[in-house]
T-cell receptor, first 117, second 109 residues
């Protein structure tokens, strides 16, 4: 049990669909993250939220739209995706946000395996 | 630029010892993490080193040399359940994690 849950675990969508990924953390953390994990590539940080405020957007295409209604929930809204967006999308949380602490252990959810047809 | 290098794949035998190396180049340095990720599961924290030296935690140990930009994860008495990917991540001057691509460790009986 990592304390971070993600739904759905698997998602297949067409390029014209709109879908959302959900992440919830039960750890009382203040920061939440979205990562993209592709085979044999490093984790790519997409977005960071600290106390519900977005603090990082690593040049992510606008077809990915994050939403953080409170410090426990994080969404990733998807629309008009491309086949190259197929990957594992991981959510993580940490007690402190970036630039606050050198010890910034991140707790990960199990991920959503996304396939874009 | 910032970069983390680690081998793509390693194979070892059950009961043996394996060392997974990681070299890093980050703008500033604020520590190095190792995570374990089983196929289809979340990465889970293994260790954090910020000072030079060896940190031992049961069958797993992690070493850091700041002057060499080098770390390794040492796994002893390997078990089949240790088959997983091992991710190395350095923390830069902004405390952002810079991730390696991971090392897939295959344990054979």
């Amino acid at each position: 049990e990592t304390g971070v849950t993600q739904t759905p675990r698997h998602l297949v969508m067409g390029m014209t669909n709109k879908k959302s990924l959900k992440c919830e953390q039960h750890l009382g953390h203040n920061a939440m993250y979205w990562y993209k994990q592709s085979a044999k590539k490093p984790l790519e940080l997409m977005f960071v939220y600290n106390f519900k405020e977005q603090t990082e957007n690593n040049s992510v295409p606008s077809r990915f739209s994050p939403e953080c209604p409170n410090s426990s929930h994080l969404f990733l809204h998807l629309h008009t995706l491309q086949p190259e967006d197929s990957a594992l999308y991981l959510c993580a949380s940490s007690q402190a946000g970036l630039a606050e602490s050198s010890y910034n252990e991140q707790f990960f959810g199990p991920g959503t395996r996304l396939t874009v047809l | 630029g910032q970069n983390i290098d680690q081998p793509t794949e390693m194979t070892a035998t059950e009961g043996a010892i394996v060392q997974i190396n990681c070299t890093y180049q980050t703008s500033g340095f604020n520590g190095l993490f190792w995570y374990q990720q089983h196929a289809g599961e979340a990465p889970t924290f293994l260790s954090y080193n910020v000072l030079d030296g060896l940190e031992e935690k049961g069958r797993f140990s992690s070493f850091l040399s700041r002057s060499k930009g080098y770390s390794y994860l040492l796994l002893k008495e390997l078990q089949m359940k240790d088959s997983a990917s091992y991710l190395c991540a350095g923390t830069d001057s902004n405390y952002q994690l810079i991730w390696g691509a991971g090392t897939k460790l295959i344990i054979k009986p």
